[in-house]
């Protein structure tokens, strides 16, 4: 039997209607559209501001219209996996509560936490079903609603993080496609510097974690930023050089949205041109486990199949990684 090989085969995604300018944000902390552009390069960023509705909604209408992009029968998915780190409660997993809202019955599913990390780390984890051949359509969720922990007092993270949902489908192949090769860390350490700080076991809910803010992110920005330049650098040039790859025969990076400052730093490492590298920041921001399947879905008309790619990302644990994967199909071919 030729190798089997999983293959993202569509893209989908769902973005709440409201939009969170500097503008706004500048009545709300002591901030301005200039500094946020220089510092970060967020122009806009989007939030969900219904009341009631959650990660899973958000989530759930990325897998609607993946499935609907896609063709893809609900009654013939195998497992879906939901990478989030803001799920609808503490349990049960969000990834069940999206699954039900879908009308899919015949999978079952879980959530995968790697914060914004977390798509390549659940694409790979999903990878492995596909390839070992025991399942035919994997889902991927990415969802974060990063709203409900942002704390809008805290001009120092408040501008970073907006809300989506997306979700990709993984199909096998017997092609030189879909995933090629991974490249991940974590580093336990790094939770000193981006956490946050109550709500869990370790210091459960109480009146004073409410009263001192303690149920939204905490961030140390400078050393994250630091960790976040290297860590994408290191493992991105890494992948390249394993596999022969310039900035000739590579189309596409794909990085992690959190701060244009980074992305431009790995970019000059990595040596490739600016029209290489996707880039949407300025519209949604962080929006953690989504940023890299909302890339894609914002670039898909220009994807080619056989376009040689690397997904690159750094978030809290400290987890990063990179992943090579060659596109699967022709983006325009799929609208
Ligand atoms: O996705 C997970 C990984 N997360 C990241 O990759 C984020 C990494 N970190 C960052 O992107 C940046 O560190 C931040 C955007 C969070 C902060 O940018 P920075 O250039 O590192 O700023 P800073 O924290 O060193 O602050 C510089 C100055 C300070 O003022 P003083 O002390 O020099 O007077 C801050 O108080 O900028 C001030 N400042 C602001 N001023 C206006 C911080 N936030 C703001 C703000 N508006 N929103």
Not at 64 to 71: D, H, I, P, R, S
Not at 77 to 96: G, Q, R, S
Not at 146 to 168: E, K, Q, W
Not at 307 to 319: K, P, R, V
């Amino acid at each position: 039997m030729k190798n089997l090989r999983a293959a993202i085969t569509g893209v989908g995604a769902f973005l709440p209607e409201y939009k969170l300018t500097n503008q706004e944000l500048s009545t709300m902390v002591d901030t301005s559209d200039e500094w946020i552009m220089q510092r970060i390069g967020i122009k806009e960023r989007r939030i969900l501001k219904e009341d009631g509705k959650a990660t899973s909604d958000m989530g759930t209408a990325a897998v609607e219209n993946l499935l609907a992009k896609t063709g893809t029968n609900k009654d013939d998915v195998d497992l879906l996996i939901c990478a989030t780190i803001t799920p609808d409660m503490p349990f049960p997993a969000t990834a069940n509560i999206i699954a039900h809202k879908v009308g899919i019955h015949n999978a079952w599913s879980y959530d995968l936490n790697a914060a914004c990390s977390g798509f390549i780390f659940t694409l790979v984890t999903a990878s492995q079903f596909i390839e070992s051949g025991q399942y035919k359509k994997v889902v991927v969720v990415a969802a974060d609603m990063m709203s409900s922990i942002t704390n809008y007092h805290d001009r120092t993270t408040c501008p970073l993080f907006g809300d989506a949902g997306t979700a990709v489908l993984l199909e096998p192949t017997t092609e030189d496609l879909g995933v090629i090769d991974h490249i991940h860390h974590v580093n336990g350490l790094g939770r000193h510097h981006l956490h946050m700080k109550a709500g869990g076991s370790a210091r459960p809910a109480s009146y004073e974690t409410v009263d001192n803010r303690e149920h939204y992110v905490y961030q140390e920005g400078k050393t994250v930023f630091k960790h976040a330049v290297s860590g994408m650098a290191d493992v991105s040039e890494q992948m390249m050089k394993k596999h022969n790859l310039s900035h000739k025969s590579l189309a596409w990076v794909v990085p992690h949205q959190a701060n244009m400052r980074i992305i431009d730093a790995t970019a000059k490492r990595l040596q490739i041109d600016e029209d290489q590298v996707m880039v949407n920041i300025q519209k949604y921001g962080n929006t953690t486990s989504a940023t890299i399947p909302l890339c894609l879905f914002d670039y898909e008309n220009k994807l080619r199949k056989g376009d040689n790619m690397i997904l690159t990302a750094f978030g809290a644990g400290f987890t990063w990684g990179s992943v090579y994967l060659k596109w699967a199909y022709d983006g325009k071919d799929a609208l």
